[in-house]
């Protein structure tokens, strides 16, 4: 039983970086811009997060909200190289990643922030409640990020299916011709969502120092800017199931340690693997059946240029 | 074509005096060019209230070109706009669309995973979503209500087909307040009882007062369905007339024009059928029924012109001919080797079937590589340049070398230049060189001369009329009837997906255009 709860007040901590970066890309993506630089994104966010912890003494919303600033502003030559310049988007994306790792690595070393602990974010204390047994330690005992990730599904879930921004944000992924000939500025929608999205993908880093490990390491990202990459192909693009992914990988990510902590031996690299494989399958299956391909961003990794004839 | 038209009892039954009132929108002096290429050339157009007015003419005649700049699409160069007397600058479709101008283009505008409200919505920012959603749900039922419409608008578009499509693209027009309404070609996809539904609601538009201008090839569809007639050629307006006032024969003339092509150069030397098709029918990879019924027979050392208005499935019968498309039913025998229906696209080509498509950038010439790579290619697969496992590069250069200067193609500073850098006439030389280089018995040869001078164009045409002189079996498809009547020993004549007629040259120019325009 206390293998059980221990288990379950722990997913949601390993949940929130997957759920967050999975929307991030999910806003990017839906307007037709392909990000593969979500681990750049993350370790961006995550040494900002440590970083600023570290500087003003404390302030760990203050520092989640640098994460995001840190992780749009890099969000912007990404943006720039690939909407307005159309550089290719898988090479931009994966530029991304090898510039964060190395730029991350230089400034945190530079500034003696790598290896240092900190006082990070506390858990919430709803008083008595965290005392119910079971539902205390699971709902109650947790930190506020992961409240306000559930709350930002809902919003951003709002925002997309029932908003003329929505709508719009969307039609410039499916088909950006048509969108233009509606009067829509595709080149600005499409700016602003890959922004928007490295907001939530930095917070998503941020969450890895300043909530979960309150430390900042090289290369701490550890591939879930990937996994989060892999999610959103398994949800097909759509929020509530990434959401359901990243609870999924939750549960196994806190599962390892447990299971290793009562002497059962599980191959790490097996559990790691895990995702990649799950995401394989669902792309086979996806493409053997064409009709589950409705929600997928038809534009998605297409450049718009506006061009009259000849 | 042979229903007398029946336009002028509207205006006995109440119809609007369209002889008397003035225009609501003019367009005088317009002039457009594209490059070298003049598009339109001092146009005057003028448009009433409540007036179906038909622009008709053939593909390139700048009808599109016409429309486009008054949807705001192009700017054009020279001339003025008038809307309700005053005048206008139309900048961009927004401005169009704040003169309660809108254009159906051919291409349909729309996000397939959409609904109907929500292609509708988008270009109708602000408010709150979900009332704006019921406002346009009614504004839309209102609208379709009106000209007889049903349309589900909550279902995606991509379920819909392709007349829903269009339905709904007319809708969106209507309700963002157009009352000159530009439709361009919109018959062209629609089966014949599509056309006719559409046709009505097009009338009952003008009914309600709206002007429409009604784009269009089809002579039977203009004279039936519009109120007056604009006929352009060549980018110029030949005259505007009344449906009651003119036969199918005298507007066919003016679509055609009168100029009197030279007299071709006739084979001396026809001899067997090199290439026989038969009752043959093929569909697009969407499902539409393309090649209805395509029969002919094309002799060793001749051409034989295919005419006909774009997009009545020309392009199709290359794919088919060639082999990247497969037929639906129907046979293609080739002389000496049999049956080669189901022969893939390399066998075609190794028993000498040789292709010159339309768009030469695009399906003949890899851009990217060598102007010798781009020669070599077809010897490379039957192994003119080494085996499999080496290519011989001095072969393939003193090959390309040899063939630029018999086909005098000029720009080719180095052997290596990449193709993308030739002008249009010389990337065809080279195309034409490549696929002469094998002695083919059969050329297929699909708008050669598109975008090329008058002097690369007579260059092409001088290396069709050697190969036919070879007894080669030439088939020359092309929109421009010049063309056709220039090079070609026959002429079929190519309408909605079948060889309507066939002449022997010298052909009336008429009759052909007569085919060509025709309906059914």
């Not at chain 2, 749900?137 to 007889?148: F, S």
């Not at chain 2, 060639?322 to 696209?345: C, F, M, Q, W």
């Not at chain 2, 909605?496 to 008429?510: K, L, M, T, W, Y």
């Given at each position: 039983m206390d293998f059980l709860i221990n288990w379950l007040a722990n997913i949601p901590g390993f949940a929130v970086p997957f759920a967050l970066g999975a929307m991030g890309l999910i806003i990017c993506e839906k307007s037709g811009v392909l990000n593969l630089g979500a681990e750049g994104y993350l370790l961006i966010g995550a040494m900002a997060g440590a970083g600023s912890v570290l500087s003003f003494g404390g302030y760990p919303m203050l520092a989640l909200g640098i994460a995001a600033l840190a992780s749009a502003a890099l969000a912007l030559v990404f943006a720039v190289l690939v909407i307005f310049l159309r550089v290719n988007q898988v090479i931009s994306g994966l530029t991304i990643v090898f510039l964060a790792q190395g730029l991350t690595s230089l400034i945190a070393g530079k500034q003696g922030w790598t290896n240092k602990a900190f006082t990070g974010l506390a858990d919430l204390d709803f008083g008595p409640l965290s005392d119910i047994p079971l539902i205390g330690p699971v709902l109650f005992r947790q930190d506020p990020m992961v409240y306000l990730t559930i709350l930002a599904f809902f919003a951003v879930s709002y925002v997309m299916n029932r908003t003329h921004t929505g709508l719009r944000l969307r039609a410039v992924g499916e088909n950006p011709e048509a969108s233009d000939a509606a009067g829509i500025n595709v080149m600005m929608m499409r700016l602003a969502a890959v922004l928007v999205g490295a907001l939530f993908l930095g917070l998503a880093g941020g969450y890895l120092t300043v909530v979960v490990s309150k430390i900042w390491v090289d290369g701490m990202a550890g591939g879930r800017g990937w996994i989060a990459i892999a999610l959103v192909i398994f949800a097909r693009w759509r929020l509530w199931r990434a959401l359901a992914g990243a609870v999924l990988f939750g549960c196994i990510e806190a599962l390892i340690p447990r299971v290793a902590a009562i002497g059962i031996q599980v191959p790490q690299y097996f559990v790691l693997m895990l995702p990649y494989v799950v995401t394989l399958g669902v792309m086979v299956w996806t493409s053997l059946r064409k009709d589950t391909l409705a929600n997928d961003p038809s534009a998605l990794g297409r450049p718009f240029v506006r061009e009259e004839r000849r | 074509m042979t229903e007398i038209p029946d336009r002028n009892d509207a205006s006995a039954d109440g119809g609007p005096d369209l002889n008397g009132s003035d225009p609501v929108l003019t367009m005088s002096g317009i002039t457009k060019s594209f490059g070298d290429f003049l598009a339109l050339d001092n146009v005057d157009f003028d448009l009433k209230k409540g007036e179906v007015h038909a622009l008709l003419g053939e593909n390139g005649a700048g009808k599109s070109s016409l429309m486009n700049v008054v949807a705001g699409l192009y700017a054009a160069d020279h001339g003025t706009i008038h809307v309700s007397g005053q005048?206008?600058?139309?900048?961009?479709?927004?401005?169009?669309?704040?003169?309660?101008?809108?254009?159906?283009?051919?291409?349909?505008?729309?996000?397939?995973?959409?609904?109907?409200?929500?292609?509708?919505?988008?270009?109708?920012?602000?408010?709150?979503?979900?009332?704006?959603?019921?406002?346009?749900?009614?504004?839309?039922?209102?609208?379709?209500?009106?000209?007889?419409?049903?349309?589900?608008?909550?279902?995606?578009?991509?379920?819909?087909?392709?007349?829903?499509?269009?339905?709904?693209?007319?809708?969106?027009?209507?309700?963002?307040?157009?009352?000159?309404?530009?439709?361009?070609?919109?018959?062209?996809?629609?089966?014949?009882?599509?056309?006719?539904?559409?046709?009505?609601?097009?009338?009952?538009?003008?009914?309600?007062?709206?002007?429409?201008?009604?784009?269009?090839?089809?002579?039977?569809?203009?004279?039936?369905?519009?109120?007056?007639?604009?006929?352009?050629?060549?980018?110029?307006?030949?005259?505007?007339?009344?449906?009651?006032?003119?036969?199918?024969?005298?507007?066919?003339?003016?679509?055609?024009?009168?100029?009197?092509?030279?007299?071709?150069?006739?084979?001396?030397?026809?001899?067997?059928?090199?290439?026989?098709?038969?009752?043959?029918?093929?569909?697009?990879?969407?499902?539409?029924?393309?090649?209805?019924?395509?029969?002919?027979?094309?002799?060793?050392?001749?051409?034989?012109?295919?005419?006909?208005?774009?997009?009545?499935?020309?392009?199709?019968?290359?794919?088919?001919?060639?082999?990247?498309?497969?037929?639906?039913?129907?046979?293609?025998?080739?002389?000496?080797?049999?049956?080669?229906?189901?022969?893939?696209?390399?066998?075609?080509?190794?028993?000498?079937?040789?292709?010159?498509?339309?768009?030469?950038?695009?399906?003949?010439?890899?851009?990217?590589?060598?102007?010798?790579?781009?020669?070599?290619?077809?010897?490379?697969?039957?192994?003119?340049?080494?085996?499999?496992?080496?290519?011989?590069?001095?072969?393939?250069?003193?090959?390309?070398?040899?063939?630029?200067?018999?086909?005098?193609?000029?720009?080719?500073?180095?052997?290596?230049?990449?193709?993308?850098?030739?002008?249009?006439?010389?990337?065809?030389?080279?195309?034409?060189?490549?696929?002469?280089?094998?002695?083919?018995?059969?050329?297929?040869?699909?708008?050669?001369?598109?975008?090329?001078?008058?002097?690369?164009?007579?260059?092409?045409?001088?290396?069709?009329?050697?190969?036919?002189?070879?007894?080669?079996?030439?088939?020359?498809?092309?929109?421009?009837?010049?063309?056709?009547?220039?090079?070609?020993?026959?002429?079929?004549?190519?309408?909605?997906?079948?060889?309507?007629?066939?002449?022997?040259?010298?052909?009336?120019?008429?009759?052909?255009?007569?085919?060509?325009?025709?309906?059914?």
């Open positions: - | 005048p206008v600058s139309i900048k961009g479709p927004s401005d169009a669309q704040d003169l309660r101008i809108g254009m159906v283009h051919q291409h349909y505008k729309l996000v397939m995973p959409f609904s109907a409200v929500e292609n509708i919505l988008l270009s109708h920012p602000g408010g709150s979503y979900e009332q704006s959603l019921n406002q346009m749900r009614e504004d839309i039922a209102q609208k379709a209500e009106l000209i007889g419409f049903d349309v589900d608008t909550d279902k995606p578009v991509a379920s819909l087909s392709i007349a829903e499509q269009q339905r709904v693209e007319i809708l969106k027009v209507l309700v963002a307040g157009a009352n000159f309404i530009i439709l361009d070609e919109p018959t062209a996809v629609l089966t014949d009882e599509e056309g006719q539904r559409l046709l009505n609601a097009i009338r009952k538009l003008a009914d309600n007062g709206n002007s429409v201008v009604l784009v269009t090839h089809n002579l039977s569809e203009a004279l039936n369905h519009s109120d007056r007639i604009t006929v352009m050629r060549g980018g110029r307006v030949v005259d505007t007339v009344l449906p009651k006032d003119v036969t199918p024969p005298e507007l066919t003339r003016m679509i055609v024009g009168e100029t009197i092509s030279e007299t071709p150069e006739l084979s001396k030397v026809a001899g067997v059928p090199q290439l026989k098709v038969r009752e043959l029918q093929a569909s697009r990879t969407d499902g539409l029924a393309v090649i209805k019924n395509v029969n002919f027979d094309v002799r060793r050392g001749e051409i034989y012109g295919i005419a006909g208005v774009g997009g009545n499935g020309q392009g199709e019968l290359v794919e088919v001919l060639t082999g990247l498309l497969p037929v639906t039913s129907g046979n293609l025998y080739l002389h000496e080797k049999g049956d080669i229906t189901h022969s893939r696209a390399d066998e075609r080509r190794s028993f000498g079937i040789a292709c010159i498509p339309s768009d030469r950038q695009t399906y003949a010439l890899a851009g990217g590589l060598s102007v010798s790579d781009n020669f070599a290619i077809s010897g490379v697969l039957n192994g003119s340049y080494g085996s499999w496992s080496r290519i011989d590069r001095r072969k393939m250069q003193s090959a390309t070398d040899a063939a630029v200067k018999k086909f005098d193609v000029q720009g080719v500073r180095s052997r290596t230049q990449r193709a993308a850098l030739l002008s249009g006439g010389n990337a065809q030389k080279l195309v034409i060189a490549r696929e002469f280089s094998g002695q083919p018995g059969v050329v297929i040869a699909h708008s050669p001369n598109r975008g090329l001078d008058v002097r690369a164009s007579a260059a092409v045409h001088n290396h069709l009329k050697s190969a036919r002189d070879r007894g080669a079996a030439v088939i020359l498809l092309s929109e421009d009837l010049d063309e056709i009547m220039l090079l070609s020993d026959r002429i079929g004549v190519m309408n909605s997906g079948a060889i309507v007629a066939e002449f022997d040259a010298p052909a009336d120019r008429h009759a052909i255009g007569k085919a060509m325009v025709g309906h059914d």
